[in-house]
Every structure is written in structure tokens, then in C-alpha cells.
């Protein structure tokens, strides 16, 4: 399965605070994004990095990409309580035509 | 912003009865997916659909499974006989351009339908 692991399961931290959450998978890729997830909505995308992409920023998100190692981090910085959610990373099959998504991290920001 | 709309947003039905739900992509948007989570649980693929036939499908979509793209809008999933365990939300979701930049295409998912079998 090429399906990707979040890790923690579960984050809780201060308001302000940086949040750190990674993200392994199994076979070689394209692509690797990042989606939010707030308590029974939909996904919303937050950002890619491409396969020969190794660090990229958009706000206060930053990710980065290890090939070589199959993981990937995403990094929110300044978190505010609005960042409460679950963050899934999501993979693209060879075909692109199935994405395949994690467990996801549940990340509380206490304020 | 162009969004991704589900309804209903919420369908109770009993167990061996057929459920459609309905979605309706985002309007150039070419490639369809819809996906389940059952509650707390991961995301979980079933079947993505283009130019008007699916390209992957999941262990999951079984044959009680069907997808539909009756009009130049609308995207169906039925569930011909539903089950207890089918009791999940189900989302939809669309991405935008043909097969050489699938892979760089990000996916719009909507709010989903909460499905509950009883």
C-alpha cells in the first residue's frame, strides 16, 4: 500500500506554539499535499511539493520532503486556536488517478 | 471560489435500501473521486471517474457500488443495497485538468454526506 502514516496521532499545544507533524510513505512519488480537515467537513487542500522539491512555504505552513527517507513534515508556525483540526498528508498512485491519504494528525491549540 | 457541493448533507436509510448521493464537481474540473471516512477513522478511497468511465476503483466499491455522470454536472454514487457498515461520511471530489498534470492537481472536496443505516 502506498498509503502515508501521520505521526503523532494526536498533538496538543499552546497557542503560539509551532506544530510538527510528520508523515512516512511507502513507494515512489510525484507528489506529496497536505490537507486540513475540520471536525466533520471536508478536506481542504494546503499545500504540494513536488517530488524534486525538498522544502516549501506558504503563510505560516512550512513543509519539507525526504525522498531518500519517504517522509515528509509539515510545520505550522505561530498556531492559533483557528488550527485546530486534523491534518492528513496524501500521496498520488503512478497512475494519478487515486490519491491515497493517512491516518492524519488530530492537532489541538489550546488558546 | 468555485466549490464542490454535496447533498444531502445528511441521509439515514434502512439496512437493504439504495441510496444516491449527490455531488456536483467543480465546473472544468475533469477528474472525480469519491471517498469515505467512517467516523474517527481514515480517509479511504473508493473510485475516481473520467471522461465518463472509472479509472480506478478500490477493494471497497464492490458491485453494490455505482457511479454515475447522468448530465454535464451532476456525479452519482449509489449504494444499491446498503449495509450497517456503509454508515460513513462520504465525500466527493474533483481536480481539474487531463492525465499529464493529474499529478499536480490538488483535490476540492466537498463537505461530504453523513450516511447512517439503521
Known amino acids: 500500500s502506498q498509503q502515508g502514516e501521520e505521526d503523532p496521532q494526536a498533538l496538543s499545544i499552546q497557542e503560539g506554539e509551532n506544530a510538527t507533524m510528520n508523515c512516512s510513505y511507502k513507494?515512489?512519488?510525484?507528489?506529496l499535499q497536505w490537507y486540513r480537515q475540520n471536525s466533520g467537513r471536508g478536506l481542504v487542500h494546503l499545500i504540494l511539493i513536488r517530488s524534486n522539491e525538498r522544502e516549501k512555504h506558504s503563510g505560516r505552513l512550512r513543509v519539507t520532503l525526504d525522498t531518500s527517507k519517504k517522509s515528509s513534515s509539515l510545520l505550522i508556525t505561530a498556531s492559533r486556536a483557528a488550527d485546530t483540526a486534523s491534518y492528513f498528508c496524501a500521496t498520488a498512485s503512478n497512475t494519478g488517478n487515486q490519491f491515497y491519504f493517512g491516518t492524519g494528525t488530530s492537532l489541538t491549540v489550546i488558546p | 471560489e468555485p466549490e464542490v457541493t454535496q447533498t444531502p448533507s445528511h441521509q439515514v436509510t434502512q439496512m437493504g435500501q439504495e441510496v444516491i448521493l449527490r455531488c456536483v464537481p467543480i465546473s472544468n474540473h475533469l477528474y472525480f473521486y469519491w471517498y469515505r471516512q467512517i467516523l474517527g477513522q481514515k480517509v479511504e478511497f473508493l473510485v475516481s471517474f473520467y471522461n465518463n468511465e472509472i479509472s480506478e476503483k478500490s477493494e471497497i466499491f464492490d458491485d453494490q457500488f455505482s457511479v454515475e455522470r447522468p448530465d454535464g454536472s451532476n456525479f452519482t454514487l449509489k449504494i444499491r443495497s446498503t449495509k450497517l457498515e456503509d454508515s460513513a461520511m462520504y465525500f466527493c471530489a474533483s481536480s481539474k485538468a487531463g492525465v499529464e498534470v493529474a499529478y499536480n492537481s490538488p483535490l476540492h472536496f466537498g463537505n461530504g454526506t453523513r450516511l447512517t443505516v439503521t
Open positions: 513507494t515512489s512519488i510525484n507528489n
